[in-house]
C-alpha cells in the first residue's frame, strides 16, 4: 500500500502552549485510522495544519507525497476534511451549498455526486432549505457532505457523529465503510470509544501534544491483559469470599451475580476454584479488555471520553 500521509518531525506552540511536539506520524492509503485522545490532546490542531488552516511551527506534511505548502492545490484537492466547528453561509440552500463547494474544486456539474450524497446522508428533502433551518445534526451531515464534494482521496472527520442521533450515526457509518472498501482512507477522531473500536484498523493515541501509542486495533487491546467474567448462580453459598479471597471481586447478594476481573494468566485457577463451589450457574458471561481501558490506562482519563 503506498502511503496517503507522512507528518514528519511537527511542532506547533501557541504562545507557551506546546499542542503539538514532534509529531511523527505515517497512514497508508486505504487504512481507516482513529486518531483519539482526551479533550486538547492537539488532534484537531494536527487536522488544521492538515488542511491548511493552522500554521505549523517546524515540520513537513506530505499528502499523497505532494508537500501540504509548495504543492497546496494539489493537496487539498486530496483532503476531505470534516470539521469539527460548524459553519454555514446562511444565504445558500443546501443544495446550493454544495454546489458552490463543487465550483471551489473547478467541478461544474456535479449533480450526480450532490445527490448521491444528499440520499447517503439522509439531506435529500432538506435540499431546498437553507442551513438556518437545519437541526444541529443535520447541519454537522451537511457539513461532511460538503467535504465530500469533490471525491477526494483522503477523509478527516474530526468528531463527525457529535450531536448526530444513533439510526443517522449508523447510516454515516455505512456510508464512509463503504468509501474505505472503495479504498478511500479515512482519518477519524471521536471520543466515541465503542466507535473507533468497531471501525478503525489502526489507531494512534494523543495526549498533551504527543503521540503516546500507536498500534493496530487487536494489538492495543491485546496488550491490556484484563478479563471480566460475570457469573450469575441460582443459589449462593457462604464460602464463595473466603475461596475468592485472593482475586479482585463483586458480589451482589440481591441478584446471585459474582464479577471477577482476572488477569489471563488466572483464568484457569479461577474456574477451579468455581467449580469447586459446586453452584449451580444460571448464567456466565466473560468479556474481554476494550479500546476504552486501553484509552483509560495510558491517558488517565477514563472519565472524560465523552463530552
Ligand atoms: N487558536 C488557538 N489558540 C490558542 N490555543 C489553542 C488554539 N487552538 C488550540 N489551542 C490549544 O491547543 C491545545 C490542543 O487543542 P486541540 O483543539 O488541537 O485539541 P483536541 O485534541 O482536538 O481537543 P478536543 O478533543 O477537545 O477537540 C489545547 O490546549 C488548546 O487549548
Known amino acids: 500500500m ?6 514528519e518531525n511537527v511542532n506547533k506552540s501557541y504562545g507557551d502552549l506546546q499542542a503539538l511536539a514532534d509529531i511523527d506520524l505515517e497512514i497508508k492509503q486505504g487504512e481507516f485510522f482513529g486518531l483519539l485522545g482526551p479533550n486538547g490532546a492537539g488532534k484537531s490542531t494536527l487536522i488544521g495544519i492538515l488542511g491548511g488552516l493552522v500554521k505549523k511551527d517546524s515540520g513537513q506534511v506530505t499528502v499523497l507525497g505532494k508537500d501540504i ?37 473547478g467541478i461544474k456539474d456535479n449533480s450526480a455526486k450532490i445527490d448521491e450524497l444528499l440520499r447517503a446522508l ?7 432549505i437553507g442551513p438556518r433551518e437545519l437541526s444541529g445534526g443535520m447541519k454537522r451531515r451537511l457539513l461532511i457532505a460538503k467535504a465530500l ?24 457509518w455505512d456510508y464512509v465503510i463503504d468509501l474505505n472498501q472503495k479504498g478511500k482512507t479515512i482519518i477519524l477522531t471521536t471520543h466515541y470509544l465503542e466507535e473507533a473500536e468497531a471501525l478503525c484498523d489502526r ?4 495526549d498533551q501534544g504527543k503521540i503516546i501509542k500507536i498500534d493496530s486495533k487487536e494489538n492495543l487491546i491485546n496488550s ?17 469470599e473466603n475461596e475468592l479471597a485472593e482475586f479482585q471481586f463483586e458480589l451482589n447478594k ?21 467449580n469447586n463451589l459446586k453452584l449451580e450457574i444460571v448464567d456466565l458471561n466473560i468479556e474481554s479488555a476494550k479500546l476504552e481501558d486501553v484509552f483509560i490506562k495510558l491517558t488517565n482519563l477514563g472519565g472524560e471520553t465523552d463530552e
Do not use: C, W
Open 122 to 128: 439522509s439531506l435529500k428533502d432538506k435540499a431546498e
Open 149 to 172: 464534494v469533490h471525491d477526494p482521496e483522503i477523509i478527516v472527520l474530526d468528531e463527525p457523529t457529535a450531536g448526530v442521533d444513533v439510526e443517522l450515526r449508523n447510516s454515516l
Open 254 to 274: 440481591t441478584e446471585k451475580e459474582l464479577i471477577i476481573e482476572a488477569a489471563k494468566k488466572d483464568l484457569d485457577q479461577i474456574m477451579t476454584k468455581i
Open 69 to 105: 505548502i509548495s504543492d497546496y492545490r494539489k493537496t487539498k484537492k486530496s483532503l476531505g476534511i470534516v470539521p469539527q466547528e460548524i459553519t454555514f453561509d446562511p444565504y445558500f440552500t443546501v443544495r446550493e451549498t454544495l454546489e458552490m463547494h463543487s465550483g471551489y474544486f
Open 203 to 206: 489507531i494512534a493515541i494523543m
Open 2 to 7: 503506498s502511503r496517503a500521509i507522512k507528518i
Open 224 to 240: 491490556i491483559d484484563k478479563k471480566l467474567i460475570k457469573i450469575q448462580f441460582k443459589n449462593l453459598a457462604s464460602n464463595i
